[in-house]
């Protein structure tokens, strides 16, 4: 395995060049944040009902919301013009446009057109970023999120909004996955799980709280967008000080750019490499890679049995996340209280899961958690199930503390093993299989509103079934490696070795300090700085 870590050590892996990184990890996961939950928010359906007939006063008491309240033989029983209670009077696009009762099914268009756009974006995206270069489709998925929000901003035809939501779900994710893989290819092994927590569950975290009261200040959806749209122009220039992927360059055998990338991270660092360490470190590379396939795609993953598998289980295991988020979300259904509200409330649980994430990760290991997380969701989603399966337990309060308490479980879960996964997959597919593994997470999407119609067989088998999903899921993650302080896969023979001499039963927490003169195979965990 190549030890592009080692290489990277010596040009400095958490200097001048990695706080850049880590700067610009934490600015794009707080626009990201507030990308993510603006369109929640613009796209709010505030109470409604017809105001043909009436006159300017407060809503009537048990509106009938679509249809007009007076009518006779001589009117019409279709509504023409709408009133709308906004929350803390904030204008949305909804209530703009009117796109409501009989139009309504204009806005489910144009969800199911964003979902559409990004199933398809994921895949296509993580292809051209393990194409093309990491640097250059983050900078055209910023790029693209600028282009939209205008577009969003000053055209309101039903085609144009059309087109602005597939390109929405085209790069939402991208904004947001590319500059992980970026952070974990970069970073020094001992620092990835601190770094990539600290982008994620600080200020990802503080975007989702921010952005609802945003924009409510501003009062009006195109200025919340505008608002959000000019911090995003800065993005593209933070390009300029980053280097493309060393990691990725070398899996594609582009060693040139590997030697200039290196040569840049070195002199960003202030460290003076002499050439002939770069001429040896890349005469190894290619030693190495004499037999290796220069552009592996995500099917060529699936003529390797163990890299196979461990896709597989993953791909198992986002379905189940996606599937708990799915009912723990549900159960909210029926409160009544403002979308505002409940966006911030579902963000607590985002830096306590980070800090758990920084505390335990590193200590007991990926494996270990990634099991013990599941099994913990299991045992609260079953419980929670059985408590909620009278209406007496139903108050809001409960409904809510459960909401924050599952939402802290799927965060720990989502985001420890997000670094899991990216740390499991070879370089050179590393994008293409993280899209596969959130396209899966939307599709499970579809199966969930159908296991919810079980309801009415019996209430607790949506969570009886979703608990025998999460125990399957537990047992598969046994089957994974460990890839605490191991060097990333580069190749896909890489990643078909990669923890090769372990068993299902090999916990990092159970194992004794490795000594180390121990260290000298690749495989072998290596020393941090």
Known sequence: MLEVDKMLEKCGDFNRQQLIMLLLSALISLLSAMLNISYSIIYTVPKHWCADGLGSGPPPPNADECKPFYTNSSTSDTCKNYSYESYMGYQSFVSEMNWICDKAWKMKLGNNIARAGCAIGNLVMGYLADRLGRVPILVFANVMTISDNFLTIFGISLELFCVV??????????????IRILIVEYMRPSLRTVCLNISYGFFFCLGMIISPWIAILTGSWRRFMLLQALPIIVVPFFFYFVPESVQWLISRQKYDEAIESLRRVAKTNGRQIDDSVYEEFIEDCKLSQQNTKTNPNLLHLFRMPRLRRTLLILLFEYFVFSFYISIITYRLSGVEISRFVIISLSATALLPSSLAAIVLQDRIGRKTLAFTIVILMCIFILVSGVVFSTAANR?????????????????????????????????????????ALFT???????????????????????????????????????????????????????????GIDEHWYTFRCMEKRTQPEELDSPLAPQNSI
Request: aromatic share 10%; proline share 4%.
């Open 440 to 498: 899966m997470d939307l599709a499970s999407l579809i199966w969930a509103n159908c296991i919810f119609d079980m309801r009415k067989i019996f209430i607790l088998l949506p969570e009886i079934i979703l608990g025998v999903l999460t125990l399957l899921v537990a047992g598969l993650i046994l089957l994974l490696p460990e890839t605490l302080d191991r060097t990333l896969p580069s190749s896909l023979q890489d990643g078909e070795q990669l």
């Open 165 to 178: 939501q597939f390109i929405t779900g085209f790069v939402v994710i991208s904004n947001f996955s590319i």
């Open 395 to 435: 108050s809001a309060r409960t409904l809510f503390t459960c909401y924050v308490i599952g939402m802290f479980f799927h965060s720990l879960a989502v985001n420890s093993n997000t670094q899991y996964t990216l740390e499991l997959l070879p370089a050179c597919i590393r994008g293409q299989a993280l899209g």
